[in-house]
C-alpha cells in the first residue's frame, strides 16, 4: 500500500525560495495540515478531496499540488505491506507511472546506482530522473538482483516474497520506473545516452538542477557541527624565496588592473544593457574563428574550432544562450549566438519557464533583481564524449570554468555588471530551447547587466 507522509526535511523546504514562489495557497495549506499528524494512504487523500466538493478543476490542481510538494521533498511516499515498511520514495509519485503488461522484460538500468546512507539502508539512484528509493525489506534487494539480470514482470509478480504482498512489488516495481531505474526503452541503445558513461551522467544530473531531490546550493550543512576551513592554508616549510619581478610590458598592466578591478556585481543600473554590448561581450568571449576539417592522415579525427579560449581537444562544445530581461535594441526573449557568423538568433519570447530561469539566476545572486541578460552555457556533450572515455564530463566542467572566467574579465574590460552564477535548471533550459535531455543541456550560467551609478 502507498502512503504519504512529510518528511523530515519538509519544514526547511516549505522555508525555501521555490515553495514560495509555486505554493502560497489554501489548496497546499489543506494537504500540510492533513499529513501533519499522521500518513495517509492514497485512498484518505481521494476520499478526503470528494468530501471538499472539489470540480474537476479542483482536483487536478489537488493532485498537481501533492506532485510538487513531492518533487520539492516535502511530502515523500511510503510502501508498506502488512504493517512493515518496505521502501521510502522521495522525489517522483510512483502512481502516476503506467502498470507493466505480463509478459514485459524488465532489467535495471546501466546508469542505476545502489549506496547504503548513514543509518544504513539501501539507496537506489538515477541520474534519468529527481528521484531517490530507500530500501527497508530484504525481499525488495532481492528484487533489485533478478531485475539486475533481466526478468518477466510476471515472474517476479509469481515470485514467493516472505515481507511483501503482491501489491506492494507492484508498487515497488513502479516506483524503480518513476526514478528511472529500470532500463523502459533499452536507454543503453538510445541515441541520447549511447556516449554517456555512467559516472558522469550521475555526476551530471545530480550536481544540477531539474533532476536532483531537493535544491543543490549553500545550505551551510556542517554548520554547528564542525568549524569551517581557514581561509588561509596553515603549512609549514623550512624557508620561503621571494620570486623575482620582471619589467611589466603594457599588455601585463592591463590584465593586472582587469584582475584587481574584477568583482561579481548583482545589482544594475537604471539604463538596461544595449544591443552593442551584448554584441561586443559575445564576440570577445565565444567568437569561433576558425574551423578545421577532419585530417585522417595527421591523426585529427573529427572537425576542430579555434577561439579565444582553450577547450579541451578544441571540440568547443560549448553553446551561448542569451536569455534577455531587458536590452536596448532586443526584444525580451530566448536567444542562440552563432559564434561562427557572429548573428544572435531568436529562439522564442519570454514565458513562465524563461522567466523561471531568470528567477532562479536572481536566487543563485541572493538577489531581488533579474539580470539585464542570463547568459546560459550549453554543452552539446557529443563533440567531448565521442573521444574521451573516464573524464568527458570533467573536460567539459574544465571548458565552463575557463569561459566564465573569460566572461568575467570581458565584462569588467566593457564596463559591465558580471557575476558567475552557481546553480541551474539543466531540464528547464532544455525546454525552453528546444534542446533534448543528455544531447545540449546547460552547464552554467552568467548574470549581465548594465553597472549601477555608483560603481
Known amino acids: ?64 499540488s501533492i506532485e510538487r510538494l513531492i518533487s520539492l521533498g516535502i511530502i515523500e511516499t511510503n510502501i ?6 518496505i521502501a521510502c520514495i522521495r522525489g517522483v509519485l510512483p502512481s502516476l507511472m503506467p502498470e507493466h503488461k505480463d509478459n514485459d522484460l524488465l532489467r535495471l538500468s546501466r546508469f542505476t546506482s545502489f549506496r547504503s546512507d548513514d543509518g544504513g539502508a539501501f539507496l537506489v539512484e538515477s541520474p534519468l530522473n529527481a528521484g531517490v528509493i530507500t530500501l527497508y525489506s530484504e525481499d525488495a534487494l532481492m528484487i533489485c ?47 541520447s545516452l549511447v556516449q554517456w558513461e555512467h ?7 545530480l550536481s544540477r538542477g531539474g533532476r536532483r531531490l531537493g535544491s543543490p546550493g549553500g545550505t551551510y ?20 624565496i621571494e620570486l623575482p619581478k620582471n619589467c611589466e610590458s603594457e599588455e601585463v598592466v592591463t590584465l593586472k588592473g582587469l584582475l584587481e578591478r574584477r568583482r561579481s556585481v548583482r545589482t544594475y543600473g537604471d539604463k538596461p544593457l544595449t544591443a552593442a554590448n551584448l554584441g561586443d561581450f559575445l564576440r570577445l568571449t565565444s567568437r569561433i574563428h576558425y574551423v578545421e576539417t577532419a585530417n585522417q592522415n595527421n591523426g585529427r579525427h573529427y572537425d576542430i574550432q579555434r577561439r579565444g579560449y582553450p577547450g579541451g581537444g578544441a571540440c568547443h562544445e560549448l553553446e551561448v544562450y542569451p536569455v534577455v530581461k531587458r536590452c536596448d535594441g532586443l526584444e525580451p526573449g530566448v536567444y542562440w549566438y552563432d559564434g561562427y557568423k557572429d548573428v544572435i538568433c531568436f529562439l522564442s519570447p519570454l514565458n513562465i519557464k524563461s522567466k523561471y530561469l531568470l528567477d532562479s539566476a536572481s536566487r543563485s545572486m541572493g538577489s531581488s533583481e533579474n539580470p539585464d541578460v542570463l547568459i546560459c552555457v550549453g554543452a552539446r556533450f557529443g563533440r567531448v ?27 569588467t574590460a566593457l564596463k559591465l555588471a558580471p557575476c558567475i552564477l552557481g546553480r541551474g535548471d539543466s531540464v528547464i533550459f532544455a525546454e525552453v530551447t528546444d534542446n533534448k535531455l543528455f544531447i545540449e543541456e546547460s552547464v552554467g550560467e552568467f548574470a549581465l547587466g548594465s553597472l549601477p551609478s555608483e560603481s
Open 145 to 191: 538482483f533478478k531485475l539486475a539480470r533481466g526478468t518477466e514482470y510476471n515472474a517476479i509478480l509469481g515470485h514467493n516474497f516472505f515481507e511483501m504482498d503482491r501489491e506492494s512489488v507492484k508498487d515497488l516495481i513502479l516506483s524503480f520506473s518513476a526514478v528511472g531505474a529500470i532500463d523502459e526503452h533499452l536507454h543503453c541503445d538510445v541515441d
Open 221 to 240: 550543512r556542517f554548520l554547528g557541527k564542525r568549524l569551517p576551513e581557514p581561509a588561509l592554508p596553515v603549512k609549514s616549510f623550512l624557508h620561503a
Open 1 to 64: 500500500m502507498l502512503t504519504f507522509s512529510l518528511s523530515e526535511h519538509a519544514l526547511k523546504a516549505i522555508d525555501s525560495p521555490e515553495f514560495n514562489s509555486f505554493f502560497l495557497d489554501d489548496m497546499v495549506i489543506k494537504i500540510l495540515r492533513r499529513l501533519r499528524d499522521t500518513s495517509l494512504s492514497i485512498h484518505c487523500l481521494e476520499k478526503e478531496s470528494e468530501n471538499e466538493g472539489y470540480t474537476a478543476e479542483d482536483y487536478a490542481y489537488f493532485w498537481f
Open 80 to 85: 508498506v505491506s502488512s504493517g512493515r515498511s
Open 199 to 205: 559516472h558522469d551522467a550521475l555526476f551530471h544530473a
Open 385 to 411: 564524449n565521442w573521444k574521451y572515455e573516464g573524464l568527458a564530463y570533467s573536460v567539459v566542467l574544465k571548458d565552463v570554468g575557463v569561459l566564465l572566467q573569460l566572461m568575467d574579465l570581458v565584462a
